[in-house]
């Protein structure tokens, strides 16, 4: 404002002097002819004396307030032009905030994508565990259940328990006599469900604790005594015996039920100076079945 008015008032004086000189040349030039018909020999002072002075001193002052108007132009010129410069300054500044704004809200929303985005992660790898431990619990229990089966199985498989055989294998033949008590081993097995008889030994072991029921028959002839007796756990149960002084086939048998706890042994001995007899007839066998557990 300062600056404003430094120039006005220096301008309107500049104006005011112009017009004044002007008035001064116009009111000279209707005088000089007058002075030229006649009136030389006048006293009246020459005002064109008295007026170059003062319009020397006014084109003085105005070449001296033009030059620093002159200067001041420039002054604001080069205000100007570093204003100017500080303004395309400040709009690169203004874009380049502008930009970083919008990078700076393209980074939030992705932000906040990538928050959804962990927040769904989460939530899907909660359902996972909890699909996990129900595929867990569901495993477990079709193992309990694959096991309950199986011991269903074996359970099943144990309480089916039977077993048959006769005395030799092939061809015939007497056993016997002996002067001591001989197991015997009867050698063609017909059945043997469970497994429990063993042909090599001719002796049956329990794989359950329950009832079994057993059955044996024995056959001979001529004169010779008949007998097997049968045992468990090495103590004699029950004999089947004949002697007989006629010449003819005789024979013999017996059964008991016996209650067996899981491991006992049964098996049947050659009564001591009998014989027994057996062919492809299968005349002398031994026979056994769980009845049921306990």
């Not at 105005?62 to 300054?89: C, D, G, T």
């Not at 001989?182 to 002796?203: D, Q």
């Amino acid at each position: 404002m300062r600056s404003n008015m430094t120039v006005f008032f220096p301008l309107l004086l500049l104006i005011c002097t112009l017009s004044t000189v002007r008035l001064q040349i116009n009111s000279d030039s209707k005088i000089t002819p007058l002075l030229n018909r006649g009136m030389e020999t006048t006293q009246t002072s020459d005002p064109e004396q008295t007026c170059k002075p003062d319009i020397n001193s006014v084109l003085r002052e105005m070449s001296a307030l033009l030059a620093e108007l002159k200067a001041e132009i420039r002054h604001l010129q080069k205000e100007n032009e570093a204003q100017a410069a500080k303004v395309r300054e400040l709009e690169l500044q203004k874009t380049e905030l502008d930009k970083l704004k919008e990078q700076h809200q393209a980074q939030a929303a992705k932000v906040k994508e990538m928050e959804l985005l962990r927040a769904e992660m989460d939530k899907l790898k909660q359902e996972s565990q909890a699909q996990g431990g129900e595929l867990i619990t569901i495993k477990s229990r079709a193992n309990i259940t694959e096991n309950q089966v199986e011991a269903l199985k074996r359970e099943a498989e144990v309480k089916r328990v039977a077993f048959s055989a006769s005395l030799l294998g092939t061809g015939s033949q007497n056993i016997g006599p002996f002067n001591t008590h001989v197991p015997l081993v009867f050698k063609y097995v017909v059945s043997n469900i469970g497994n429990a008889y063993n042909s090599h030994t001719g002796s049956f072991t329990a794989p359950v604790r329950g009832a079994y029921h057993f059955e044996f028959y024995v056959y001979g002839h001529n004169s010779h005594p008949l007998g097997a007796v049968l045992v468990k756990n090495g103590e004699h149960i029950f004999i089947a015996y004949q002697h007989s002084t006629s010449p003819h086939t005789v024979s013999s048998s017996n059964g008991v039920t016996l209650l067996l706890e899981v491991g006992d042994v049964v098996f049947l001995r050659l009564w001591k100076g009998a014989w027994i007899f057996d062919n492809e007839n299968r005349r002398s066998t031994f026979s056994g079945h769980l009845l049921f557990t306990m």
